[in-house]
């Protein structure tokens, strides 16, 4: 890229300010901290000039930081404004000024004396430092008088940009942005910065004050001590389960430990690969909570059984775990096959979530080997027929009910093999609800989230001016801060890399914590809209900011659709008419678009034969214009600490507007000045204010938000359709961009990631069962699980979005454990004691059905604490807890019942094609 940059040097104009740059942006890492510094006593531009060179450079050496930026455009020059009368009556010019302070503040290479003993260094006086200085420089003669800077100008120490401005809370500030280096421990980071605050203001004057606006780890202190809670809650929800099953405390005891001992492995593992604790790899920890016990659950459940028949508890536990042990390795392979997918998904968002995959895979992962190694040796122990037969009131009682509970079952399962077709009409017609609830369930791409930040942009008429949007800026600002749920506000106006026109304004809304606030984010939205909503000649957009998010650019909206064409005049014939379909379209609510061609340009039109005759050239007038109206960059003040620009410009405080232009005069060719008017006609046009380009073709973005009811994919399936209504020719082309781009590839990737989960299992249990029907049976359970899911997630009023397919993948690999569990005492049933299949699996699914509930419950509870969260980061960790508790509890119930009857029914195909391939016998 830079290569390109230096190639296109010789492209641009020589004299710009500043040679253009690149930055690499990550959209996951916006500042760590806002700061804002104020003063009620000193101007701004001295109050830039501390920061800079001492605030800024104090913060940027702390460790963790990797840069921090400025906003408020009050950085000091010396700034000449030229009276245009006073120069003319001399007969001078603007370019004879700029040329005169040009040369006479220099700072070039002077050389040195080297003498037999000495060496000397040469200098000179030939900068100048302050507005008084310069004041004094003669920069013509008279008649033999001088004619000093002073006589012909008001030079004074000033901004170097008059058109930016920074406001915190009204008060005119300069805002600092802190950016942290990749891998930075952000909570560290945060905390040196405020340890550094107090001594660091100290040593400033007391008038000056640093404010903390906004600090993001405020949000992931919170996120992390609810998800903590809420992790806490599931092992504790866990072990009660454990209890309530085993009704012992050894027992409980024995599977409560594959709980830290997972964890503590995982987390030695992400220090290992340098994972970061965030709220991808918590919610990762807390869904594994319920994985982790699974194992351990069905280990020591079967080891029980057969002390409680007389054995020794080393013989059981040698016997229960070798007879458990393959059923052990086929839950966990399968299970982390189900991850796989994620570890290679492509993009951003693959990389989002592959922290997530790795955490969970590894918990998964540890708890397999802790099953299989330590609880045998705990239950060889800990358990004894003693212990186990112990029973108190409410031992006895529970026992009762689950006695009654597998009798119940019983009775219903051998109804339901009496009836096997209208069982497998049951589970196709879940194969095909799973499909239709797929096809009509809203989609989204990542929950919003509510982490009291909102970003807004103040729109105005393309013609409004710097000192009219400040005006604007600060009547927004007082309805803004007047609502309850706002803490802070910070508002730029100008031109900036952030903010592309001198009509548009960026406002950061900091909100009070949500325990201090009654309203969510959407809810103080849509109050500050209505609020500001009365004010004449503004229009704001504001948007919640969010910890997970793939944008790159600031936007008016959450999402953006860019409308491309091969030149402008096709792109101003079409952006009206989409944008006015757009808008009319209920599935999007503040469409706007950065299409802004009504700006007011006064255009100098020069008649050129007439600028020839007096030899003025058209570098002369761009150069007059530029010296009066562009704030122009003469020359450079080098200090020790710093360096500050001299800025030319017209003083036009008496001649405002179009009358300015009748000022300039300009050189001709006997050295007497004409003015501008003698060779040049002025017209008033309206024009561009800017035109953004897209892979070298001028494009426009629309922006728009998503209304309550609808979804980003009922949105995107709106836009696609006005697309083919409006038959836009060859030479229109239109593209999604950012989120709403990720969520078209996404969408587009969803079902293949979800097929892709599907075979990797199905390769994995192939491998382990050596059968090519079995692991058909095993994945039978799936449409059970994606059926209550969906309806979870319509019930719940959630878009089907990133988070919930996550949910949806685990769901894959949870619930295959009902089967594996059936199908493996089935098998070794029919092998070891040749019982028939009949036999085989009715027998498996009574003896397997206590484990089966104790571990589908343990998962469900688990996810449950997730479904219920309410704290900060709750928005994201919400769907996937819903999607995992309706998908279990649907699943639960239905394959208990299809699964015996889809595995005899394979059980018969198998016959049947052994009695009619003989050849395949062997295979089969």
Known sequence: VQAAINAATNLLPSDLPNPPIYSKVNPADPPIMTLAVTSNAMPMTQVEDMVETRVAQKISQVSGVGLVTLAGGQRPAVRVKLNAQAIAALGLTSETVRTAITGANVNSAKGSLDGPERAVTLSANDQMQSADEYRRLIIAYQNGAPVRLGDVATVEQGAENSWLGA???????????????????????????????????????????????????????????????????????????????????????????????????????????????????????????????????????????????????????????????????????????????????????????????????????????????????????????????????????CERMFDRVIASYGRGLAKVLNHPWLTLSVAFATLLLSVMLWIVIPKGFFPVQDNGIIQGTLQAPQASSYASMAQR??????????????????????????????????????????????????????????????????????????????????SRTQYQFTLQATTLDALSHWVPKLQNALQSLPQLSEVSSDWQDRGLAAWVNVDRDSASRLGISMADVDNALYNAFGQRLISTIYTQANQYRVVLE????????????????????????????????????????????????????????????????????????????????????????????????????????????????YIVLGVLYESFIHPITILSTLPTAGVGALLALIIAGSELDIIAIIGIILLIGIVKKNAIMMIDFALAAEREQGMSPRDAIFQACLLRFRPILMTTLAALLGALPLMLSTGVGAELRRPLGIAMVGGLLVSQVLTLFTTPVIYLLFDRLSLYVKSRFPRHKEEA
């Not at 070298?696 to 609808?710: A, D, R």
């Not at 836009?728 to 587009?748: E, H, R």
């Open 167 to 397: 406001w915190a809370n009204q008060a005119p500030a300069i805002v600092m942005n802190v950016q942290r280096q990749p891998g930075a421990n952000i909570i560290a980071t945060a905390d040196s910065i405020r340890q550094m605050l107090p001594q660091l203001t100290e040593s400033l004057p007391k008038s000056v004050k640093v404010t903390v606006l906004s600090d993001r780890t405020t949000n992931i202190r919170a996120s992390v001590r609810d998800t903590q809670f809420e992790l806490m809650l599931a092992i504790a929800l866990v072990v009660m389960i454990i209890y309530l099953f085993l009704r012992n405390i050894p027992a409980t005891i024995i599977p409560g430990v594959a709980v830290p001992l997972s964890l503590i492995g995982t987390f030695a593992v992400m220090v290992f690969l340098d994972f970061s604790i965030n709220n991808l790899t918590l919610m990762a920890l807390t869904i594994a909570t319920g994985f982790v016990v699974d194992d351990a659950i069905v280990v020591i459940e079967n080891i029980s059984r057969y002390i409680e028949k007389g054995e020794k508890p080393l013989a059981a536990a040698l016997k229960g775990a070798g007879e458990i042990g393959f059923t052990i390795i086929s839950l966990t392979f399968s299970l982390i096959a189900v991850l796989i997918p994620l570890l290679f998904m492509g993009d951003i968002v693959g990389r989002l979530f592959r922290e997530f995959a790795v955490t969970l895979a590894v918990a998964i992962l540890i708890s397999a080997v802790v099953s299989l190694t330590l609880t045998p040796m705990m239950c060889a122990r800990m358990l004894s027929q003693q212990s186990l037969r112990k029973q108190n009131r409410f031992s006895r009682a």
């Open 473 to 554: 800026q600060r009547q927004v600002a007082e309805r803004i801060l007047q609502d309850p749920a706002v803490q802070s506000l910070t508002t730029f106006v100008g031109v900036d890399g952030a903010n592309p026109t001198l009509n548009s304004a960026r406002l950061q809304i900091n909100l009070k914590p949500l325990d201090a606030r009654d309203d969510r984010v959407q809810q103080v939205i849509s109050r500050l809209q209505t609020a500001v909503a009365t004010i004449p000649g503004v229009a704001l957009y504001l948007q919640p900011t969010q910890d997970l998010t793939i944008d790159t650019q600031v």
């Open 650 to 761: 017209h003083n036009t405080a008496s001649t405002p507007g179009l009358a300015a232009l009748e000022t300039i005069r300009l050189t001709s060719r006997d050295g007497g000045t004409v003015p501008l008017s003698a060779i040049a006609r002025i017209e008033q046009r309206f024009a561009p204010l800017s035109i953004n380009h897209l892979d070298q073709f001028p494009v426009t973005t629309f922006s728009f938000n998503v209304p309550e009811g609808y979804s980003l994919g009922d949105a995107v399936q709106a836009i696609l359709d006005t697309e083919k209504t409006l038959a836009l020719p060859a030479d229109i082309t239109t593209q999604f961009q950012g989120s709403t781009l990720a969520f078209q590839a996404a969408l587009g990737s969803t079902v293949w990631l979800i097929v892709a989960a599907v075979v990797a299992m």
